[in-house]
Each structure stands twice: as structure tokens, then as C-alpha cells.
């Protein structure tokens, strides 16, 4: 079998500028190993209330010379594009940029910034304190997020569009057959195909064996089959040996489910290639 087409390009990467590990330097020359067609970085926006998080102005223009530097030095073996993950907390409008993902990252509740990944024991304590223990209201209010991630951030991408339900890898917190969950999560996807955006199939949680799935998980990804919505694989790199990790069995299983190509960013901006 072949998915060439899904298995050369990668968008969604980060590097030691924004809590990674390896350089963009590392990442390009190592995609240039592996045969890849382009790589795309999409470092962390800003989020003024969490000044740990995301680049700063300084980090934004050493990022712009660096792929431009990078370009020239590797532009003859591998297209390099400059994108971003624009947290819907992001204070910033992303300027200048090839593409936007649009991440939910956080909500906003009692006036703090709740993360919507992270331990069991966190997550059983933010649903407590600012959920009165309903962990729906904080599902409900997460894909209500996301479903104004186009509005707020200008994305070409939805990233990682059911990240909320990676809190089910640790222990169940929810069944994700439930028809209440899937209530949000298909209400969220209707309008958001009709804007008709990229979802990315983020291979994270696919390579982490406690969950073992893409986001978005399977049941969604039949839906936007169903739909014939645009998909894209990305492995949300931190170093170079993640690059494109899992898109073997990911392209496989887009693959099964029908998807017969991805969105792929060129220098004409957004295309397909066929699997
Ligand atoms: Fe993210």
C-alpha cells in the first residue's frame, strides 16, 4: 500500500524556541533525511497572562530571519514554511505567517486560564472547583471554544480539534460514545465544516500508548469523511526523530475511513495531494 502523498509534508512542529528540543536547523536537516517534501514549523503564540508560554517579540523576529536564513541555505532541497499555533487566548493577531493553526489550549472560567490537558488528579480538580463537578459543563464549554477558533484566530487549521478528550487517557472522565458529548462535538463540527477549515490529524496521542488514537479520535474523523472535509497529517513535533510519527498507521487509517487526499501548504498556499 501507498500513502506517499500523506507521508512528505509536516506542519505542525515545534522547536527549543518555544519549550522543544531541537533547533529548526535540526528539524530541516533532518526532514531532508527522511525524503520530506516541506516542513512546516507553528511555534506557540503569545499569552500575555502566562508569560512562560508562547514567543516573545524578540523570539518572533529571531523565528522570521532564521527561516529566512534557512531558506536559502536549504530552499533547493526542501520548501520550509513559517506557521504558527495561535492559542484562542492569544492576545496577538498573527501577522505574517504562511499559515494559523488554531488551538484551544485553555478556558476561560471564574477569570483564570484553565489548561484542558493534564494530569488526572489536575483535571479532577479544575472540573470540581470551576465545574461544580460536571464534567460536561467543561466538555460543553470547550467545543464551544473551538468552535470560534476561526473567528478569534484567523486559522487555516483546527489543531488538534478534540485535544479535550486525551484527559480520558489517564482514567475515563466521560464515555466518548456518550450522546451528550457527541452532541458538542458534532454541533462544533457542522459549522465548522461549513467553513470549510482543516482539521489536522495530530499523531500525539497516537504514538502515546495510553491512548493510542489521533486526535480527533475515530468517530470524528468518520464524520468529516462523511462530509468530504479537508484533513491534513501533523505529527505536532517537539524534535526531530517526531517528525511525522505515526503517519504510517494514521495515513492507513485515513486511508480505511476513505479520505482520498490531505491539504498540503505550498508556496501558492493551501493545496491537496492525493494519498
Ligand atoms: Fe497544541
Known amino acids: 500500500m501507498r500513502n506517499e502523498g500523506f507521508l512528505k509534508y509536516d506542519l505542525h512542529t515545534h522547536t527549543s524556541l518555544c519549550g522543544g528540543r531541537d533547533t529548526h536547523e535540526q528539524m530541516v536537516r533532518e526532514a531532508i533525511k527522511r525524503g ?44 520550509i514554511f513559517r506557521g504558527i499555533e495561535q492559542d484562542y487566548y492569544s492576545d496577538l493577531p498573527p501577522l505574517g505567517y504562511d499559515y494559523v493553526i488554531g488551538s484551544v489550549h485553555y478556558l476561560r472560567v471564574d477569570g483564570i486560564l484553565c489548561p484542558v490537558t ?21 466538555l460543553r464549554l470547550y467545543y464551544q471554544t473551538v468552535v470560534d477558533l476561526p473567528r478569534k484566530t484567523a486559522c487555516d487549521v483546527i489543531g488538534h480539534f478534540d485535544l479535550i478528550a486525551n484527559i480520558n487517557a489517564q482514567e475515563p472522565f466521560f464515555r466518548e460514545s456518550d450522546r451528550f458529548y457527541l452532541g458538542y462535538v458534532f454541533k462544533a463540527l457542522d459549522a465548522l465544516i461549513e467553513q470549510d477549515v482543516i482539521f489536522e490529524v495530530n ?17 470524528v474523523l468518520q464524520y468529516l469523511s ?20 505515526g503517519f504510517t498507521q494514521a495515513a492507513h487509517l485515513c486511508k480505511t475511513l476513505g479520505f482520498g487526499s490531505a491539504a498540503i501548504y505550498t508556496e501558492n498556499g493551501w493545496g491537496r495531494v492525493r494519498r
Do not use: W
Not at 502566562?50 to 541555505?73: A, H, S, T
Not at 493534564?118 to 467543561?138: C, L, M, N, P, Y
Not at 462523511?226 to 511525522?244: F, P, Q, V, Y
Open 203 to 219: 499523531t500525539k496521542a497516537l504514538v502515546d500508548p495510553c491512548r493510542r488514537m489521533p486526535n480527533p479520535s475515530l468517530s
Open 118 to 138: 493534564g494530569t488526572a488528579e489536575e483535571i479532577r480538580a479544575i472540573v470540581k472547583k470551576h465545574f461544580g463537578g460536571d464534567v460536561f459543563a467543561f
Open 36 to 79: 520530506m517534501h516541506s516542513i512546516g514549523f507553528s511555534e506557540h503564540s503569545r499569552i500575555s497572562v502566562l508569560p512562560n508560554r508562547g514567543m516573545r517579540q524578540e523570539d518572533e523576529d529571531f523565528y522570521r530571519k532564521e527561516i529566512e536564513r534557512l531558506r536559502i541555505v536549504y530552499g533547493d532541497q526542501i520548501r
Open 226 to 245: 462523511a462530509a468530504s472535509a479537508k484533513i491534513m497529517l501533523s505529527s505536532d513535533a517537539a524534535s526531530s526523530d517526531e517528525l511525522m510519527r
